[in-house]
């Protein structure tokens, strides 16, 4: 007798039955990136799609992602005063926390996730405070734990640092509970890794380093292992959610990470991956959006629970209408 897996593939009815593995609005994580002024929208070059906007305009935005499903946006903040220390990630009226508070009392019920981080606030565009050439890691952590503080008082849902220094969740985490933000949750970019992949975001950012590169604070690609130690790391510091970064070519990393943790897990679908699916569509090469939804399944396939994407809005009007077949 033969085995005929293609009984189970006949018809749509059928294949909807039997798909393992669904994506939906609700595992989106939208990304914004906000500068300051008024009434202003600037494209980024490289990511077809994607702006920089004033807080008014970024709160148009905002409402279109809630109102086609997204439960949650990442705030990426572009001060127009850059310094040595990125004394704008912590100023209690900075911009992300003016942009926080503003979406929350706009939308409250859209979870505000806060990126911590120093390198679109630094001079130097590094993700902390210079010792030399290299990253000050305990100098770093605490002028990251103010930053916290200031975006928990702004409103923030969550706070998600993601420059990969040393014992970076304790040191957020005891800041927040210190000022009672004890219902404030922590997403660490656990395991994120130095990649190339993040050339369009610097450009959104405007966070390229001015000398050197991330090296000695982000993962080396080759690395398998280590990831699974920083990830175990930050859940033993009290991380709520750990992620995974980039995410397509990472793959295994999140399939690793989801056999041996029980924390929700995010998969940040990077800058450079939207810009290529987004040039070879725009050339006739790949169909996008059809690319587009297979790899957010991918992700999901690969045990990612949630989705850091700036496809988000448009692959959440696609699953809309849940049209069928
Ligand atoms: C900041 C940060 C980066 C990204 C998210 N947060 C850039 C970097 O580490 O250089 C990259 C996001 C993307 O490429 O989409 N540390």
Same mark, same amino acid.
């Given at each position: 007798?033969?085995?005929?897996?293609?009984?189970?593939?006949?018809?749509?009815?059928?294949?909807?039955?039997?798909?393992?593995?669904?994506?939906?609005?609700?595992? #989106?994580? =939208?990304?914004?990136?906000?500068?300051?002024?008024?009434?202003?929208?600037?494209?980024?070059?490289?990511?077809?799609?994607?702006? /920089?906007?004033?807080? !008014?305009?970024?709160?148009?935005?905002?409402?279109?992602?809630?109102?086609?499903?997204? +439960?949650?946006?990442?705030?990426?903040?572009? &001060?127009?005063?850059?310094?040595?220390? +990125?004394?704008?990630? =912590?100023?209690?009226? +900075?911009?992300?926390?003016?942009?926080?508070?503003?979406?929350?009392?706009?939308?409250?019920?859209?979870?505000?996730?806060?990126?911590?981080? #120093?390198?679109?606030?630094? %001079?130097?565009?590094?993700?902390?405070?210079?010792?030399?050439? *290299?990253?000050?890691?305990?100098?770093?952590?605490?002028?990251?734990?103010?930053?916290?503080?200031?975006?928990?008082?702004?409103?923030?849902?969550?706070?998600?640092?993601?420059?990969?220094? %040393? +014992? @970076?969740?304790?040191?957020?985490?005891?800041?927040? *509970?210190?000022? %009672?933000?004890?219902?404030?949750?922590? $997403?660490?970019?656990?395991?994120?890794?130095?990649?190339?992949?993040?050339?369009?975001?610097?450009?959104?950012?405007?966070?390229?380093?001015? #000398?050197?590169?991330?090296?000695?604070? /982000?993962?080396?690609?080759?690395?398998?292992?280590?990831?699974?130690?920083?990830?175990?790391?930050?859940?033993?510091?009290?991380?709520?959610?750990? @992620?995974?970064? &980039?995410?397509?070519?990472? $793959?295994?990393?999140?399939? !690793?990470?989801?056999?041996?943790? *029980?924390?929700?897990?995010?998969? =940040?679908?990077?800058?450079?991956?939207?810009? @290529?699916?987004?040039?070879?569509?725009?050339?006739?090469?790949?169909?996008?959006?059809?690319?587009?939804?297979?790899?957010?399944?991918? #992700?999901?396939?690969?045990?990612?629970?949630?989705?850091?994407?700036?496809?988000?809005?448009?692959?959440?009007?696609?699953?809309?209408?849940?049209?069928?077949?």
């Amino acid at each position: 007798m033969i085995v005929r897996p293609r009984r189970l593939r006949r018809t749509a009815t059928l294949r909807r039955l039997v798909q393992e593995t669904a994506v939906s609005a609700a595992d #989106f994580i =939208y990304p914004l990136f906000v500068i300051p002024g008024q009434s202003r929208r600037l494209p980024v070059a490289s990511m077809p799609g994607v702006e /920089q906007r004033t807080i !008014d305009q970024a709160l148009l935005l905002a409402r279109q992602a809630w109102e086609v499903g997204i +439960g949650a946006v990442i705030l990426f903040g572009i &001060p127009e005063q850059k310094d040595a220390t +990125g004394s704008e990630a =912590y100023r209690e009226d +900075g911009l992300v926390q003016r942009a926080i508070a503003a979406l929350k009392q706009e939308l409250p019920e859209l979870l505000v996730i806060a990126d911590a981080c #120093f390198c679109e606030y630094t %001079d130097h565009g590094h993700c902390g405070v210079l010792q030399g050439h *290299d990253v000050d890691n305990d100098a770093t952590l605490e002028l990251l734990a103010r930053a916290a503080v200031s975006y928990a008082a702004a409103g923030a849902d969550i706070i998600a640092p993601s420059g990969m220094m %040393d +014992g @970076m969740v304790t040191t957020i985490r005891t800041a927040l *509970d210190r000022h %009672d933000y004890t219902q404030v949750a922590i $997403l660490s970019y656990a395991a994120k890794y130095a990649s190339a992949f993040y050339g369009p975001f610097r450009d959104a950012a405007g966070s390229t380093p001015q #000398f050197g590169d991330r090296r000695s604070y /982000q993962m080396d690609s080759a690395n398998r292992r280590e990831a699974l130690r920083e990830v175990a790391l930050d859940i033993e510091q009290g991380a709520d959610m750990v @992620m995974v970064k &980039p995410a397509l070519a990472y $793959l295994d990393i999140v399939r !690793d990470v989801r056999n041996r943790f *029980d924390v929700p897990l995010v998969a =940040y679908n990077v800058s450079g991956e939207y810009a @290529m699916l987004k040039a070879a569509a725009a050339q006739g090469w790949i169909d996008g959006p059809r690319v587009m939804m297979e790899t957010l399944t991918a #992700f999901k396939r690969a045990g990612a629970d949630l989705i850091i994407t700036y496809h988000a809005i448009e692959a959440a009007q696609l699953l809309l209408p849940r049209t069928f077949p």
